[in-house]
């Protein structure tokens, strides 16, 4: 969505126009849900929910342009993120998916389960079994489109640290798959 | 490599080994995370990775966009509150304001404002009348120089402005008498020791239970007002100072312009008025030859500039009675001029004083003034004020014998001079 087409329709938007509020949310609605599938896989939907509430209650209020704007809706998401982090804390579970997610194991079977399926939500999975801070980095910078600028602002973080964390969480990610790239385009080829 | 561990492109500078290719695989990882900038021919190692990445940043899914309906529902209920709650635009607000102040300027400000003067105008008129509750009434005394509400045997009507115009030398006159009582006159210009205590007994009612003014009483609030504003002006002038500029424009507007000249023939013309506070005439004593007043009053007099200003401004230089007529004042300190120009309130008169009331006291010892250390000795703020007993020169804790109690008006005995009541008039 080119720069004055996002104009007319956070505009219109802001003016209550509710087919221009839809696309507004069929263009950020899938990368919210799986930044935020990498942060909270079991309350991914309900945080979503909840960023677009607050998304909704706030529009007025918005001026910038798309980058800001997006930049804008994931700074929510991860807000959403915290509180409910911060919810669970003060209300500790016993389920194993409230965990938070820098606790949680690496799952020995994803690599093998993104080589079986290299699905959008297996990808999710890989990435999500990285360090938090990492797959973050990685979430908002491939999956939100967000510049390392843009990204250490949502973080807290400068630039260089930004990328640092990218680099190793590629790295990382590399690691995870365990294969040479040339097995695994082999094996996806031949599963297709 | 570990979690802790740094990959080589992180310590660029670092003198020892490092692993080749690092700032390439650095640019090769910028290129990963930039979408649609990997040539993953040419990095054929970070080919899984990239296809991890393009699969997580794929096209939406079906499930991705099922929450569609119920976000634009909340998006619409939203939009209907939006609509409740939109602020209005800042012109039409500006005209809303306008429209609602140009409304209520003439009406209920106006009413409020006129409510407010009035109230004001005639708590002043009522204070001036007495007819105030005894705090209220003191502490318009204490402000505005409004009568004191106990206060009915001394009156501005004993005060005879051309008198002490004609007589700018004190004269206190101590009179051996053997009662203490002592009453002040109120239309002769002297004050003497009468035999009976009854004049200072004499029914006064009770000022708080007075409902309201009446024409005549009213007319003498007004008068009293314009006298002592003539008081004060006339001081000032004296002392070289101005007047109030808004008590300066309420005399000119009661003589009738505002040039010197008409306010002083309009002030010189004012007849004394008498105290509204007195409900009955005050008790007349006949004026009784007054002693030769001592040097020391002389002494302060003459740092004094403007004359026997003291005596009505109720800062009265402290005589002690002694069985002897000859009277001591006391006062050894210097009022300097510096302490009259530290007056605060210019055209806040102290009070109506007698220019010839005469200190009246009984046969005493004579008494030396104690020193005081305090910055406000005794009640600083009591005396002075000319409607009050103190202020004119008769404190009743004065008869005994510990100074007469002049103008200072000191509940504690303690004996006030000159300079103490300067002060007193500086605190004010």
């Known amino acids: 969505m080119s720069d004055d087409v996002f104009e007319d329709v956070l505009l219109a938007a802001q003016e209550g126009d509710e087919n221009a509020f839809a696309q507004l949310w069929r263009a950020l609605n899938p990368p919210v849900v799986r930044y935020l599938r990498t942060l909270s896989p079991s309350s991914a939907s309900d945080l979503a929910s909840e960023t677009w509430v607050q998304v909704i209650r706030n529009l007025a209020k918005f001026s910038g342009g798309e980058p800001a704007f997006r930049a804008w809706v994931f700074t929510i998401a991860r807000n959403k993120v915290l509180d409910a982090v911060r919810h669970d804390h003060r209300r500790p579970r016993s389920s194993s998916d409230d965990i938070a997610l820098d606790q949680l194991p690496s799952p020995d079977d994803t690599a093998q389960l993104a080589m079986d399926n290299l699905s959008t939500d297996a990808a999710l999975d890989l990435i999500a079994s990285l360090p938090r801070d990492q797959a973050e980095v990685i979430m908002l910078r491939v999956v939100a489109g967000l510049d390392a600028t843009a990204v250490g602002v949502i973080l807290g973080k400068s630039p260089g640290a930004v990328r640092v964390a990218a680099h190793r969480g590629l790295h990382r990610l590399q690691e995870l798959v365990g294969r040479p790239p040339v097995t695994l385009s082999a094996q996806q080829e031949g599963f297709q | 490599m570990h979690d802790d561990d740094v990959w080589g492109g992180e310590m660029p500078n670092l003198p020892f080994w490092r692993r080749h290719n690092d700032q390439t695989d650095a640019e090769q990882l910028d290129q990963l995370l ?35 309906t119920a976000t634009l529902a909340a998006f619409r209920r939203e939009q209907v509150g939006i609509r409740h709650r939109r602020p209005q635009p800042i012109a039409r607000y500006k005209t809303v304001i306008a429209n609602r ?9 106006a009413v409020g404002l006129a409510a407010g003067v009035v109230t004001l105008t005639g708590a002043a008129t009522a204070a001036y009348a007495c007819v105030l509750p005894a705090p209220i009434q003191s502490f318009a005394h204490t402000t505005i120089g409004a009568p ?182 006391t006062s050894t300190a210097t009022p300097g001029v510096s302490s009259l120009h530290r007056f605060p309130f210019p055209w806040f008169w102290c009070g109506d004083r007698d220019p010839k009331a005469s200190h009246s006291a009984k046969p005493t010892p004579t008494v030396k003034p104690t020193p005081t250390k305090s910055p406000f000795p005794g009640n600083w703020w009591g005396g002075g004020f000319g409607f009050g007993k103190d202020g004119n020169g008769q404190g009743s804790n004065g008869q005994g014998g510990n100074g007469a109690g002049t103008g200072g008006g000191q509940r504690d005995g303690t004996p006030m001079h000159a300079v103490q009541g300067a002060d007193t008039a500086q605190h004010h």
Do not use: M
């Open chain 2, 101 to 109: 102040f140009s409304t209520l300027l003439p009406g209920r400000i």
């Open chain 2, 34 to 68: 930039d979408a649609g900038q990997f040539d993953a021919a040419a990095n054929p190692e970070w080919q899984s990775v990239s296809d991890v990445l393009r699969s997580a940043a794929a096209a939406a899914e079906p499930s991705e966009l099922a929450g569609e």
């Open chain 2, 148 to 329: 004191r509400p106990s206060d009915s045997k001394l009156s501005v009507a004993a005060v005879d402005a051309d008198n002490w115009k004609n007589h700018p030398t004190p004269s206190v006159s101590a009179t051996p008498t053997p009662t203490p009582s002592v009453s002040v006159s109120a239309a002769a210009v002297t004050a003497s020791v009468t035999p009976t205590p009854t004049a200072s007994k004499s029914p006064v009612p009770k000022v708080t239970e007075k409902p309201a003014l009446d024409p005549a009483q009213l007319a003498a609030v007004e008068a009293l007002v314009d006298y002592r504003l003539c008081q004060s002006y006339t001081t000032l002038t004296n002392l070289g100072k101005s007047l109030d500029p808004k008590a300066l424009a309420i005399l000119a507007k009661a003589a009738g312009s505002s040039t010197p000249a008409t306010i002083a023939a309009y002030c010189a013309a004012l007849p004394v008025p008498p105290n509204p506070c007195l409900a009955q005439p005050l008790p007349t004593a006949s004026p009784s030859p007054s002693t030769t007043p001592s040097a020391n009053i002389k002494d302060n007099d003459k740092y004094i500039k403007g004359g026997d200003w003291w005596r009505w401004c109720g800062i009265c230089p402290s005589a002690t009675a002694s069985p002897t007529p000859t009277v001591s004042a």
